[in-house]
């Protein structure tokens, strides 16, 4: 199941500037509805719909499915870019559709995911995700590919190919393009005007945060043009620790996390797309495009 629990209205620090104040992502973030699903399709052809299909059954043998799935895309799909990315629990280049497995869209605020014909990584499309403009509301628009995945392991390793329109961190606006969850703890990346962070929760029993923690970026995410992303979480290693790369310069380096319960979570949910938020209650929201390319993720033991 699917839970994007980014805050209960915990108090959380979101910027690394001091005196910016505190914030809350709020309840809109939190089981976000797979809800009223549209086409996308503003730019007529490049716009090609994502159909991911009802959620399916989380065992064991999904995840041997899609690994298989994805390996057979390999051999008969020459010339595409995951053709020639070797073996991997996951990879995806968006060219014939969603995540393969049981994937679902999280969309919430009218928010939309879609193919992109006009703007990728590598042909004929990338993944698109929109999120609208809003006035002074308190809802959080989303539009997520989400996976869960059911292979044990501690050890999350992420890369993909990221373009965050400068919309999205424009003004007070803020945007969280990836994140992790678990059942009792959750990762999320994400950038504003000030710059980019990695937010630690700690879920409690009661499923509301318990505690949070902010671990700033030593750069900026780089809108309006694509950058390569690479996110390394080791959650079983004492301590656990997570490096990040933008474009190849570190960002976070061994950073340890404080939050990863014990003992350390398995079986994430990956997010992938756009949630925004403005940074204060009824602040105006623009519209945001999130377009994401060219994914590998792996999943192991420490």
Known sequence: MTTLRWSRCAVVVFS?????GLGCWGDAFTSAPTSDKSDGSSRADAGV?????HEEAETAEADVVAAD??????????????????????????????????????LA??????????????????????????????????????????????????????ETGV???AGTDRVAPISFSFPNYELIFYADASGANLLELGIGPDGGTAATK????????LAGRWVA???????????????????????LSSEVLTLVPSPPP?????????????????????????????????????
């Not at 719909?49 to 299909?53: A, E, K, T, V, Y």
């Not at 992303?229 to 960002?251: C, N, Y």
């Open 214 to 221: 902010l671990h700033p970026l030593k750069a900026a995410v």
């Open 229 to 251: 992303l690479t996110f390394d979480a080791r959650l079983g290693q004492a301590p656990p620790i997570v490096s990040m790369t933008i474009d190849g310069a570190p960002v």
């Open 16 to 20: 690394a500037s001091p005196g910016l």
């Open 69 to 106: 799935a994805q390996l057979q895309d390999a051999a008969e799909g020459s010339g595409t870019w995951c053709s020639m990315q070797g073996v991997h629990l996951l990879c995806e280049d968006f060219d014939t559709g969603p995540f393969p497995g049981p994937s679902r869209e999280v």
């Open 109 to 162: 605020g009218g928010g939309m995911v879609s193919q992109d014909g006009l703007d990728f990584r590598s042909p004929p499309y990338s993944f698109l995700a929109t999120t609208p403009a809003s006035g002074g509301v308190t809802s959080a628009p989303t539009a997520f590919l989400s996976r869960t995945f059911v292979r044990d392991g501690q050890h999350l390793r992420l890369e993909e190919e990221l």
């Open 266 to 302: 398995i079986h994430p949910t990956m997010n992938i797309g756009a949630a925004t938020m403005a940074s204060a209650p009824g602040l105006s929201l623009k519209g945001c495009s999130v377009h994401v390319d060219n994914v590998l993720f792996d999943l192991s033991a420490l």
């Open 167 to 169: 919309e999205c961190v």
């Open 49 to 53: 719909h994502l159909d991911s299909g």
